[in-house]
Each structure stands twice: as structure tokens, then as C-alpha cells.
């Protein structure tokens, strides 16, 4: 899973973009984005009408190119949590 959070025009507002490789039902989906907006909350000490939650899945065959290259392999000054994982060779 990728996630990424991103604060809005101003410190009150974040958005927070997952992205799964497991292919999850709207109801999964919904509780993944009210856990996430829970915490957002918790943390950022902000109101849920602050928070946005987008999930995005990716295929298993795409994740290597359209995630782990762009969001991981390429983006550590973004990278907060490293996954476990290396698919490259």
C-alpha cells in the first residue's frame, strides 16, 4: 500500500492518497477512509470537513512502474515509511 499525505492551501487541510495492490470491497474501502480520517484528526487536531481521503488500486502487473518507481524508489524526501519490499531485481 502507498500512501501519501498532503497538507491543503492552508496547515488545516490534508488530503491523504492510498494506493492498494489488493483489490479491496467499497464497503474495505469506506473503513480504510474512515480509519485513516480518525487518525488525520487525532493527529493534525483538525475537523473531518479538513480531510480527504482518495484510494486508488493498482493491479498487481502495474505496481513496480505506476507506485513503487514514482512514489518509493524515486521520492525519498517524501518517503516517511520505507515498505519491507524491493521488487526490483
Given at each position: 500500500?502507498?500512501?501519501?499525505l498532503?497538507?491543503?492551501p492552508?496547515?488545516s487541510?490534508h488530503?491523504?492518497?492510498?494506493s492498494?495492490?489488493?483489490?479491496r470491497?467499497?464497503?474495505?474501502?469506506?473503513?480504510l477512509?474512515?480509519?485513516?480520517?480518525?487518525?488525520?484528526m487525532?493527529?493534525?487536531?483538525?475537523?473531518?470537513?479538513?480531510v480527504?481521503?482518495?484510494?486508488?488500486e493498482?493491479?498487481?502487473?502495474?505496481?513496480?512502474?505506476?507506485?513503487?518507481?514514482?512514489?518509493?524508489?524515486?521520492?525519498?524526501?517524501?518517503?516517511?515509511?520505507?515498505?519491507?519490499?524491493?521488487p526490483?531485481?
Amino acid at each position: 500500500m502507498r500512501e501519501e499525505l498532503k497538507e491543503g492551501p492552508d496547515a488545516s487541510c490534508h488530503h491523504k492518497d492510498v494506493s492498494r495492490k489488493i483489490r479491496r470491497s467499497e464497503d474495505q474501502k469506506t473503513q480504510l477512509a474512515d480509519a485513516i480520517v480518525k487518525d488525520v484528526m487525532a493527529f493534525a487536531k483538525v475537523g473531518d470537513d479538513a480531510v480527504s481521503v482518495a484510494i486508488e488500486e493498482v493491479t498487481p502487473g502495474d505496481w513496480t512502474e505506476k507506485v513503487y518507481k514514482p512514489d518509493i524508489l524515486n521520492s525519498p524526501g517524501k518517503l516517511y515509511k520505507k515498505p519491507g519490499y524491493n521488487p526490483l531485481p
